[in-house]
């Protein structure tokens, strides 16, 4: 009787067993695929935020025509040398983040090849996405929006260093 019990036992397990390593190995595979998919969009989330970092840096509206969305909404808050209170909410358009990349750093005493840019992308879905850049003028959080296969900077929001932290 011991015998009967323990052989239909035996294939009960044995079949969860089986039917477990399949799921998990399709599972595996699914994440697999999503992964690749994930990590191209953190290299192409990069590669559109440092062009808006390097545009600022480098004087170079392409970069920012190239990264940033027309309908960008900018908005920051900036703590003046010796101030104690920030000031802002500044906003700031398309059109006026291409105008300050044209001069911003046009006698290179504002960032140089030392500068941080120091990015990470804290978040993706498939159309959407946030991050976070640490600049020469402080910190910028993003959000992107994936358009045609292409990353857009949508959104921005902004603060300069506070005193303890500026680089």
Not at 13 to 26: D, M, N, R, S
Not at 133 to 150: C, E, I, P, R, T
């Amino acid at each position: 009787m011991k015998r009967l019990l323990i052989i239909p036992t035996i294939l009960i397990f044995g079949c969860f067993g089986l039917q477990a390593q399949t799921i998990v190995k399709a599972s595996e595979k699914g994440q697999a695929k999503v992964m690749s998919v994930v990590k191209n969009d953190i290299t192409l989330i990069e590669e559109a935020v440092m062009d808006y970092v390097m545009g600022l840096y480098d004087v170079d509206t392409t970069r920012i025509y190239k990264s940033v969305h027309p309908d960008l909404k900018k908005r920051g808050f900036w703590l003046p040398d010796g101030a104690s209170e920030f000031k802002g909410p500044y906003d700031m358009s398309f059109q006026q983040l291409v105008d300050l990349a044209s001069k911003w750093n046009a006698k290179g005493d504002q960032a140089d090849e030392n500068s941080p840019r120091e990015i990470k992308v804290l978040d993706v879905l498939d159309k959407t996405a946030c991050a976070r850049v640490n600049a020469a003028w402080g910190v910028d959080f993003f959000h992107l929006a994936k358009m045609d296969g292409k990353w857009y900077i949508m959104n921005v929001l902004w603060q300069s260093y506070p005193t303890k932290e500026k680089k």
